[in-house]
């Protein structure tokens, strides 16, 4: 689906106004006014895209919540003729995107639902004689972030709930592994609430399993202050010589990336260095003692796989919190 819009590109940002209803959108022959995803929201969430919220135009009032949220690519593509020619550099978003869609074609229930995509064709100039196009998706709109929900939430979110929470979250990573996904982007900001469900989301970073990567040789893959020992490695010393350090980010690199997120929910804080049980400020052992076995710098000495972690955790949550 090619949509044309009148945002203009500038080299760095696509102009979208302020004013809401100036901006202006058609997508399956549905209008929207296009928006930043909060009014005090100036900037958008994803290091490589855009990402607005979109609001149905014909329903549309001040007090109005978005219908959907717009992904959009940074890396914009050269559109002359009605044809786009494409970028090495946005084979990740249509990775992202054909991920989303196996998701939904397999009615995964706790990742992010997709709801078409397409390419925005934009000019850079207003009298329009030079076109450029951003491979974009839609996806559901949601309420809160992880992140942004518990700053709102803490002191009424109880340990039980958060307990629970971290084995919903686990789930939306076994739906992924079980695909033959490894997700190696796991932090609160990817991690979202839909109508009372937590769904992970932004896959930018997907890499499917005995498939050939998109990853750069030493390049840092991951979040900043999330990242697993692998990733590390991969950045530090991949092919370098004389050393021969796990550089593989793989579903056991979900766990560290997850446990770090789990430690976040159930105390606000990450986990930085060789943690201790006297760190972990619930005093609950056996919770401790699967969030540090994830932990562990080898892979060898974590849980096998994302099962093993949710079957833990269901048993803490029978003995503990029913």
Sequence with gaps: MDVKCDFLYNKQN????????????RLDDVEYFVSYLSSDY????GGNSFVYALYEAQTYDEDAIPAKVIKISKFHESYKNGKIRTKDKNKRF???????YDCKRKHVGNVIDIESDGNLICCTR????????FP?????????????FLEEENEAYDEASRVELCLQIAQGIKELNDLGYYHRDIKPDNIFMINGTWKVGDLGLIQMRNKPSLDREGELVGPRGWLSPEAMNKYLSENVEGRNFDCNIDHQSD??????????????????????????????????????????????RRPASVDIVINDLQIIVNKYYK
Excluded at 94 to 100: D, G, I, N, S, T
């Design 94 to 100: 249509r990775q992202e995107v054909a991920a989303l």
């Design 42 to 45: 100036k900037s958008n969430k």
């Design 14 to 25: 696509l102009s979208v106004s302020e004013i809401r209803t100036e901006n202006y959108l």
């Design 126 to 133: 207003k009298d329009g004689d030079y076109e450029v196009s």
């Design 255 to 300: 766990l560290f990336q997850l446990a770090k997120v789990f430690w976040y929910i159930l105390q606000g804080n990450a986990p930085i260095g060789c943690v201790k049980e006297s760190d972990f400020l619930l005093h609950n052992s056996s919770l401790y003692s699967l969030i540090k076995q994830m932990l562990n710098h080898s892979k060898k």
């Design 136 to 148: 974009f998706y839609v996806m559901e709109y949601a309420e809160f972030d992880l992140k942004g």
